[in-house]
T-cell receptor, first 107, second 117 residues
Framework: RKEVEQDPGPFNVPEGATVAFNCTYSNSASQSFFWYRQDCRKEPKLLMS???SGNEDGRFTAQLNRASQYISLLIRDSKLSDSATYLCVVQAGTLTFGKGTMLLVSP | ETGVTQTPRHLVMGMTNKKSLKCEQH?????MYWYKQSAKKPLELMFV???????ENNSVPSRFSPECPNSSHLFLHLHTLQPEDSALYLC????????????????FGSGTRLTVV
């Protein structure tokens, strides 16, 4: 079983759509959780941390379910500039990355 | 100046060459990492340095040799690489807190795109 598993993608959505990314992790001892964004041929950048209570940052909402070992990211009113690969990241010691899910937002 | 700087940005080397990748962080972090990113694979952790001590080596072949002379600098020395080592090599840094918990994840450099011919 993969340590961090994400939807394979890509997701193709029109501008203004709502899109949800799902992620599961295998290590129940994981301590911290993040979503990173990686643009083509660029480095990953932290999008947001994920907390058990759920957290929101503008159009982005992240949820964590420790019992199910499941993390989600919801993007509302998607913009062209949201096109990127979204990486689910889990920390148990060091960070472990999922393969990422590519999002393509079209006009 | 960006938080984590990597040089060179691109590198092409032959299988018999010796080269080094350099990483410098200006964030005052106490941990640094080397990751490898190959096409269609998740980022793979290679080495971890905490307070200049190597604390993790994820079964990386000896043709990759890390060096951390101080808390701001990290090198990856390369020799006799293989074509399958061609990848994006990313350096990252973080500030470890109590019990190793991270609140802010890692900050990555822009990476070195390595091609072995």
């Amino acid at each position: 079983r993969k340590e961090v598993e994400q939807d394979p993608g890509p997701f193709n959505v029109p501008e203004g759509a709502t899109v949800a990314f799902n992620c599961t992790y295998s290590n129940s001892a994981s301590q911290s959780f993040f979503w990173y964004r990686q643009d083509c041929r660029k480095e990953p950048k932290l999008l947001m941390s994920v907390y058990s209570s759920g957290n929101e940052d503008g159009r982005f909402t992240a949820q964590l379910n420790r019992a199910s070992q499941y993390i989600s990211l919801l993007i509302r009113d998607s913009k062209l500039s949201d096109s990127a690969t979204y990486l689910c990241v889990v920390q148990a010691g060091t960070l472990t990355f999922g393969k990422g899910t590519m999002l393509l937002v079209s006009p | 100046e960006t938080g984590v700087t990597q040089t060179p940005r691109h590198l092409v080397m032959g299988m018999t060459n010796k080269k080094s990748l350099k990483c410098e962080q200006h964030l005052g972090h106490n941990a640094m990492y080397w990751y490898k990113q190959s096409a269609k694979k998740p980022l793979e952790l290679m080495f971890v340095y905490s307070l200049e001590e190597r604390v993790e080596n994820n079964s990386v072949p000896s043709r990759f040799s890390p060096e951390c002379p101080n808390s701001s600098h990290l090198f990856l020395h390369l020799h006799t690489l293989q074509p399958e080592d061609s990848a994006l090599y990313l350096c990252a840094s973080s500030q470890e807190r109590g019990a190793g918990r991270l609140d802010y994840g890692y900050t990555f450099g822009s990476g070195t795109r390595l091609t072995v011919v």
